[in-house]
């Protein structure tokens, strides 16, 4: 069974950019092109920001962008601003039908 | 505008019990799309139960809550459930629904049903 592993927190200051990081366990998520992003604030329910390792649905924000590389898949926030404080989970689809979440990242701006 | 809604905000179960969370979709053709079921215990990360086809009413589950999950839904009423049998302690979260825009595309979601397990 593949894992994600993603640091526990990371911090930044407004207009920065930032870098999140989703490392698998298992060649499943190597090669699944079914990675995606979620962010979530305080008290609220997840929300799609990046699928297919690099897709940004409609309403997104182009600041936010993802890419992969082997066992590892990122996330990247341009221009950070104190609303994207929250934490962000990765996701990958894997054999068997299957979807598995990291641990998730708390930003703190 | 595609939403999910979740029936109510705080079940509270004893140890033993089961539990039914169920998930009204409205603003799209619910068979179009799958349906996740995500939950999240206080202050934890997110973690995938199973997911379900509408319009197969084929299911697949994580390992861990093989046998003790069923995911169903009703085409009449636009409705997924989740019912989790013999409920442990570690049961109580947040349980989740969302829309499958395609796969692990997970969106929209909904608002979440807070399951408490006590004995």
């Known amino acids: 069974q593949s894992a994600l592993t993603q640091p526990a927190s990371v911090s930044g200051s407004p207009g920065q950019s930032i870098t999140f990081s989703c490392t698998g366990s298992g060649s499943d998520f190597d090669n699944s092109n079914y990675v995606s992003w979620y962010q979530q604030r305080p008290g609220e329910a997840p929300r799609l920001i990046i699928y297919?390792?690099?897709y940004r649905p409609s309403g997104v924000s182009g600041r936010f962008s993802g890419s992969k590389s082997g066992n590892t898949a990122s996330l990247t926030i341009s221009g950070l601003q104190a609303a994207d404080e929250a934490d962000y989970y990765c996701?990958?689809?894997?054999?068997?039908?299957?979807?598995?979440f990291g641990g998730g990242t708390k930003l703190t701006v | 505008q595609a939403q999910l809604a979740q029936s109510g905000v705080e079940v509270k179960k004893t140890v033993g019990a089961s539990v039914r969370v169920s998930c009204k979709a409205s603003g799209y053709i619910f068979t179009s799309h799958g349906v996740s079921w995500v939950r999240q215990a206080p202050g934890q990360g997110l973690e995938w139960m199973g997911r379900i086809n509408p319009h197969t009413d084929n299911a697949n589950y994580a390992q861990k809550f093989q046998g003790r999950v069923t995911l169903t839904t009703d085409f009449s009423t636009s409705t997924a459930y989740l019912d989790l049998w013999n409920l442990k302690s570690d049961d109580t979260a947040v349980y989740f629904c969302?829309?499958?825009?395609?796969?692990?595309?997970?969106?929209?979601w909904g608002r979440g049903t807070l399951v408490t397990v006590s004995s």
């Open positions: 297919d390792v690099n």
């Open positions: 969302a829309t499958e825009l395609k796969l692990n595309a997970l969106e929209p």
């Open positions: 996701s990958s689809y894997i054999r068997g039908s299957t979807v598995v």
